[in-house]
């Protein structure tokens, strides 16, 4: 019953921001990585940022110095802050995470729902 929910999703104008954030509920033992992926029409799905357990991130070269990711270990959330957002930032957003639902069991990924970010120009 692993269950990640976004949210934060919407439209915005180009040069703008958005935060979004991703809670993880369930029945959880332990999260390594967190992360957000998007996926535009026509596209695959690609790495936007991750973050591990002890706090190391890895950005999209799309991404740095733009988007910042962070975490909440105790809650089990992951957050994605886009500024300066450009309308190829068009996509559906994913929440990623790779997580054990109890001890002795290998690290499994789940994914959200995805929320739409739309970006006019």
């Known amino acids: 019953q692993v269950q990640l929910v976004e949210s934060g999703g919407g439209l915005v104008q180009s040069g703008g921001s958005l935060r979004l954030s991703c809670a993880a509920s369930?029945?959880?033992?332990?999260?390594?990585?967190m992360g957000w992926y998007r996926q535009a029409p026509g596209q695959q799905r690609e790495l936007v940022a991750t973050?591990?357990?002890?706090?190391?991130?890895n950005y999209a070269d799309s991404a740095k110095g733009r988007f910042t990711i962070s975490r909440d270990n105790g809650k089990n959330t992951a957050s994605l802050q886009m500024n300066s957002l450009q309308p190829e930032d068009t996509a559906v957003y994913y929440c990623?995470?790779?997580?054990?639902?109890?001890?002795?069991?290998?690290?499994?990924?789940?994914w959200g729902q995805g929320t739409q970010v739309t970006v006019s120009s």
């Open positions: 973050i591990t357990s002890g706090g190391s991130t």
């Open positions: 369930g029945s959880i033992f332990r999260i390594n990585d």
């Open positions: 990623y995470a790779k997580l054990e639902r109890y001890w002795g069991e290998r690290y499994s990924d789940y």
